[in-house]
Nanobody, 131 residues
Framework: QLQLVESGGGLVQPGGSLRLSCAASGDTLDYYTIAWFRQAPGKEREGVSC????????MYADSVKGRFLIARDKAKNTVYMQMNSLKPEDTAVYYC????????????????????????WGQGTQVTVSS
């Protein structure tokens, strides 16, 4: 069974950068679509980025386009999310999630709407952007 562990969160000043990692065990991530979600206090969980199991399709929330980058490292069975130009509104707990079912083969708005259906979730990592 796939297990995911996030790391890389922390406290950073506005304009700074962090790289989140989502390390997998129990299966290879090659067959999974991976998505990052985040949840800030008092707010609903929202999709941040996605990388599909088929091809090299990626997708980003409008709020992070041009600042965040999701990528796979197949050798390390890990997915990373590089976060640059961080803003206070990026403060949240960040979760990675994975699913290999056909309905999530491609990154689309459906992933954002039905992300809670993803089969595997990490425990989350806190990102705080503050001066």
């Amino acid at each position: 069974q796939l297990q995911l562990v996030e790391s890389g969160g922390g406290l950073v000043q506005p304009g700074g950068s962090l790289r989140l990692s989502c390390a997998a065990s129990g299966d290879t991530l090659d067959y999974y679509t991976i998505a990052w979600f985040r949840q800030a206090p008092g707010k609903e969980r929202e999709g941040v980025s996605c990388i599909s199991s088929i091809g090299v399709s990626t997708m980003y929330a409008d709020s992070v386009k041009g600042r965040f980058l999701i990528a796979r490292d197949k050798a390390k069975n890990t997915v990373y999310m590089q976060m640059n130009s961080l803003k206070p509104e990026d403060t949240a707990v960040y979760y990675c999630a994975a699913d290999r079912s056909s309905r999530f083969s491609y990154c689309s708005a459906y992933v954002w709407r039905r992300g809670s259906d993803f089969g595997s979730w990490g425990q989350g990592t806190q990102v705080t952007v503050s001066s």
